[in-house]
Structure formats: C-alpha cells, structure tokens
C-alpha cells in the first residue's frame, strides 16, 4: 500500500514550513505519494484581499514559479526517496458564512484556476486539464477557529457528479456522513505545522506513479485510511 | 554576606570547569598525528541499527550507513513490529539500495525490561560478522565514518570504541536546547573527563566492538534489565581490562523538530541515569552549571546591582562560550540561537533535581522504575500511582 497525503501546505500559502523541508519532512518519514496543494483564493470579498495582500494564495503571477518550484522539488523527491509529489492547489473560496464556503483541491493541475471563476467554471476547467477534484473538510471540523466550509455538502445533489473524491477525515476530524453517503474517499493532513504530520492520511493500493494514483481515487478501489502516528 | 561569597566561589568554579571543559573540546578535537595508522586489515563489520518510531532526519540518517567507504560490512535494521512506521523507511532505503547487503529484521522480543536492548536480540543473533557497531537511528555519519573509527580495534587491547556527538539541525525551540546542551554540556564534560580523568563515556549512539569481546561479559543478557546499557557496556569492557577508545571522529545527532516536552523528557531520564549511576558525584553536576548557581544570589538576596551583574556577566560568558564551541564544531545554527543558551542552563538547572524525587522513567512508550545502576523494574501500580495518573491527566489536558 502507498502511504500518502493529498492536502499539503508550504509558505507559497500559509503553511509555515518551506517548500524543500516540507518534502524532506514527508520523505524523510517515508511517505510514497505527495501532493503540495498550496491555497488559491478568491479574491473577491476582504478574506480573499488580505490572502493575497499578505502573500497567503497562489496568485495566477506566482502560479509559474509555484509551479516550477514543486517540478524541480519532485524529480530530487523521486531521486532522493522515491517519493512521488504531485502539484496541486486549494481551490478556497472563503466567506462570511460556513454555509456559502468550500474549500477544493485539485491535484495535477496544469494551468491556474483563478478562485474568484463560479464553482461548474472551476470544475469543468480541472476536468479539462484531468485534474483530480476533491472536496476538503466538507463538514463540521472539531476546529472552532475555522469557518466551517459547507456549500459544497449542503448542493451535494448539484455538484456531487464533478467530485472525484471527498475528504473523509482532515488531520483529526473524521467526517462520516461521506460514509453514509457512500462517496469515494481519501484522508489528508491539511498539512500547515510540522506537528500535523501525524493525522489521517490515505492509503492506495496501486502502482506509484501519476495516472495509477488518480485511477485509484477516482474508482476508489483499494483506497484505505489510517491514523499516522509515531 | 558570607552565602553570597561561598555562592560566588562556586559560581567561578563552575566557569573554571567550564573553561576546561572548552579547552577539553579544543584538545580532543584538535588534528593529531595519526597515531594508528592505517590499518592492514578492515576487518569485515555488522552494522545493528535498533529502530522505533521515526527520528528526525530518519531516512537520511540510515542512508549515510549504507554509503559506508569500508571494504565489507552488513546493516541491520531491527524492530519489533512490522507496523512501526519505521518499518516503511527501512524497506524504503533497502529498496534504494538494493546491491548493499541490508537486511531487516523484525521479531518481537521480551528478554528484558530495556526495550533498546530487546531489539538489539534478534539482530546481534542475525549478524555474521564477528565485529559489531550498535548505533542508534538518531545520527548520521559520514562516509568515512567506519575507515576512521576501526583503527584504533587494530591494537587487540582496545574492545570498544564509541563517539563524540554534535547536536545538528535545530528548527524548534526543543531542538535547539537540545543542541546547545549536546554541543556544550555533554560534549564538553565527554571531553574533559576522556582527557583529563581518563573516563571514556560510553554513548549508545555508536559502539564498535567484537562480538567476542561482549560475550566475554555476558553478552547482551547481562545489559538487558539497565536502562544505561550502552554504560554498562563500557564499564564491562573495562573491567575485563580492556580498553575503551573515545574517537575524536563527530558523529551527528539529528535534532530538527523536538518540542520542549521532549527536551525535558530526555534530561530528565539522562538525569536519573547519571544520579543512580554516579550517586553523590552527580552532586557535583550542579556546580558546573554557572548560570543556575548565578540565579541562586538573585532569588535569595533579591535584584541588586551585584546580584545582577554577576548573573549577566555570567550568561555573557556561557553565550560567548557556546559560541566559540559551536563555531569549532562547525555547527551551523543560527548566532542569534546562543542567546538562548542560559536560559537552556536554567531549565537543565531545575531538571537536575528531578531525579531526587522522582525515580520512575518512561522509555519508548513504557513506564519503569529505576534503582541501582538504573536496573529497572516495573513501575509498581500501588502506591504513589496516582500522582502519575494526576500527571498523565494534565499533560492530556495539554496536549494539542
């Protein structure tokens, strides 16, 4: 089984550690699969402007170097520890409202994805460049700092058929109502500190290497979970 | 009057050894003639890594002993578990190099209480080669690492050599106390009693012997109820009339992430190992740290112009020290992280009394109590348990 995380944050957001330690960080403890998922977002409402007035989003200027960045740290990845990372982004769209947000990661994006575009735009954009959807912390999280990201749940009936996967646990929380639901599934840290190293994290029963991975979630055979601990 | 004098003698004592301890470090690392030589023969060696849990730096520090410039030897990572997350990174590595003889070795194993020393049974009993190098899975090396420390097993009086540390890689607050004290404290005490008293401390984080040579005192067996095996070793050693061998050769010890708690957590089991080890002399641990004894005049005569001068002075020089040593161990920590370095004093100050009321030491996940010569035995569920249990509940309170 491979053991990965699909929801990784480095400083190109807010995550606090760099780019390269992030990637020792996870290969040095022997992880197979990565995907860095640094958040974009909308930039239309003061959430969204102070983000991006702080540097805390991928902007579609910084999408190159981001980009760039990821490729050159994934081939010393493989090198280093056989380790595969796959770029990615957040697709966040905050709001005032728990119910109006929803957070989305979009794994082996090509070209930006503004967050501002509306949710269908957004979705038939990553379907184009075969991207992988996910829905993260779709429910309500045990963190009582955070808002709450809902919309995507509460128009499940709408938006359900462009979702690839649904985050069924993140970093502590469990989310069991996409059990309930039957929906396909991954865990990931919403890695932001070291210490979130040790939290849920996907485990896919597939080759390593890009197509087999986005195969695997997207059929959701042979996809596990499990508590990361040390 | 009379106290804050007697205190300021024990205070200039304790900057004295300081500065021999600083000259101790200078000497032992200073480039000497090669007194060895090459040796003629590299004789072929087992190399036992005994692993649980992940360690900072892990995969790097198992890596740098299986690109080893040495002519024949064998790894052997040991667990007791397949579902240690170690487990992934030692298969990992294996893969990585697969044309290396690696071998992994993963057997539950009781024979006694130090859970260290359990996973070293199956592995010591899966080596072939009759030269073994235990070291923990904490450090990494560099490629000449094993060319430079079998020289002195040339000469067949020596029967163990073990290493000097260096704490490297400090990225949080725990970390780089943790490497202040490796790089000042242990390393300079190391120092100065391998050169001036003639004490080599042994360290566990790396020991070359002869199998021979540890069968001749009881193998492992007879470390495998003490917590300070890797001591007991040496001692052993010694008292065979052997010879054991500090190598001026640094070893580094990765500490990148630590917390406080595992900072305190550390010390305060190294604490307890060095007071049932050492008895009255770990009295004499105290003394030798100056900026605690520097805080004693402030807490008992109040914040007056000496008190004060004498505790800023002194943490001037402790930082001006552990910068100098840093800088001759070419440690790369940031300059500005020395500034922390008396404040590291006084916590490892107030460590140093734990040991006095607390005898009890939780290892690897297990909790023992420590007697003579750190022997363990099963922490007793009577009495005194629930301040344990009163414990546990506020640091599950705590935890994040």
Redesign the interface.
């Known amino acids: 089984m491979l053991l990965c995380d699909f929801h990784i944050h480095t400083r190109y957001s807010d995550g606090s550690v760099g780019l390269r330690r992030t990637v020792d960080l996870f290969g040095q403890a022997g992880f197979d699969v990565i995907a860095i998922t640094d958040h974009v977002v909308n930039g239309d409402n003061p959430f969204g402007k102070l983000a991006n007035r702080f540097k805390f989003s991928v902007t579609g200027e910084s999408f190159e170097a981001y980009m760039s960045h990821v490729a050159e740290e994934a081939e010393r990845a493989w090198d280093r520890y056989g380790m595969l990372i796959i770029p990615g982004v957040e697709i966040t769209k905050n709001s005032f409202s728990s119910d109006k947000s929803a957070h989305l990661l979009l794994i082996d994006i090509k070209e930006f994805i503004p967050a501002s575009w509306g949710y269908e735009k957004i979705f038939l954009e990553a379907k184009k460049q075969d991207a992988l959807i996910v829905a993260c912390h779709p429910h309500r999280t045990s963190d009582k700092s955070f808002i709450d990201t809902l919309f995507l749940w509460n128009n499940r009936d709408k938006y359900a058929k462009y979702i690839d996967a649904w985050e069924i646990a993140n970093r502590d929380d469990v989310f069991n109502v996409i059990s309930l639901k039957k929906y396909p599934y991954i865990a990931g840290s919403d890695f932001h500190r070291v210490r979130h190293l040790y939290s849920w994290k996907s485990l896919l029963n597939c080759k390593k290497d890009m197509e087999s991975v986005k195969q695997c979630i997207r059929s959701n055979w042979g996809v596990a979970i499990t508590l990361f601990r040390n | 009057m009379v106290l804050f004098w007697i205190l300021g003698v024990i205070i200039l004592w304790g900057l004295i050894m300081y500065t021999l301890q600083i000259v101790a470090v200078r000497l032992t690392l200073a480039p000497t003639r090669n007194r060895e030589g090459d040796p003629r023969i590299y004789p072929p060696i087992s190399i036992i890594k005994p692993l649980k ?2 360690e ?5 520090n198992l890596e740098s002993f299986c690109v080893q410039d040495y002519p024949e030897y064998e790894v052997i990572f040991s667990l007791q578990d397949e579902n240690d ?2 487990y ?2 030692v ?2 590595v294996k ?2 190099f697969a044309d290396k003889p690696i071998s992994i070795v993963v057997e539950r194993c009781h024979h006694g209480f130090n859970p260290k020393v359990n996973n070293l049974f199956p592995a010591y009993r899966h080596s072939k080669y009759p030269t073994i190098l235990i070291s923990d899975s904490n450090v990494t090396v560099g490629p000449d690492y094993l060319r430079t420390i079998v020289k002195p097993m040339n000469n067949s009086k020596v029967g163990l050599v073990c290493n000097l540390i260096k704490g490297i890689g400090g ?2 607050i725990g970390s780089i106390f943790e490497n202040l004290h490796l790089n000042s404290f242990i390393l300079g005490n190391m120092c100065f009693l391998n050169k001036y008293l003639r004490i080599p401390c042994v360290v566990g984080k790396s020991m070359l012997m002869r199998k021979s040579d540890l069968e001749a005192i009881g193998g492992l067996t007879s470390v495998k109820d003490v917590l300070a095996e890797d001591h007991f070793i040496g001692e052993k050693i010694r008292g065979q009339k052997q010879t054991v061998v500090l190598s001026n050769y640094l070893i580094h010890n990765v500490n990148e ?1 630590w917390n406080l708690r595992k900072f305190i957590n550390r010390h305060v089991r190294w604490g307890k190992m060095r007071w049932k080890i050492g008895g009255m002399k770990y009295l004499l641990e105290l003394t030798i740290n100056p900026v605690f004894t520097a805080c004693l005049p402030l807490l008992l005569f109040g914040p007056t112009e000496k008190t004060l001068s004498v505790l800023t002075s002194v943490c001037v020089i402790k930082i001006i020290g552990d910068f100098y040593l840093g800088r001759n161990l070419s440690t790369p920590m940031h300059p500005l992280f020395y500034l922390l370095s008396p404040l590291k004093d006084l916590v490892i100050g107030l460590i140093w009394l734990v040991p006095f009321v607390d005898d009890t030491v939780v290892w690897r996940g297990n909790r023992y109590r420590m007697g003579k010569d750190t022997r363990l035995s099963l922490c007793s569920e009577r009495g005194g348990e629930w301040k344990y249990r009163i414990m546990e509940g506020i640091k599950a309170k705590l935890a ?1």
């Open positions: 849990g992940l900072d730096n892990l995969f790097g997350p170690a992934k990174v298969r990992k893969d990585k990225k949080t992430y994040w």
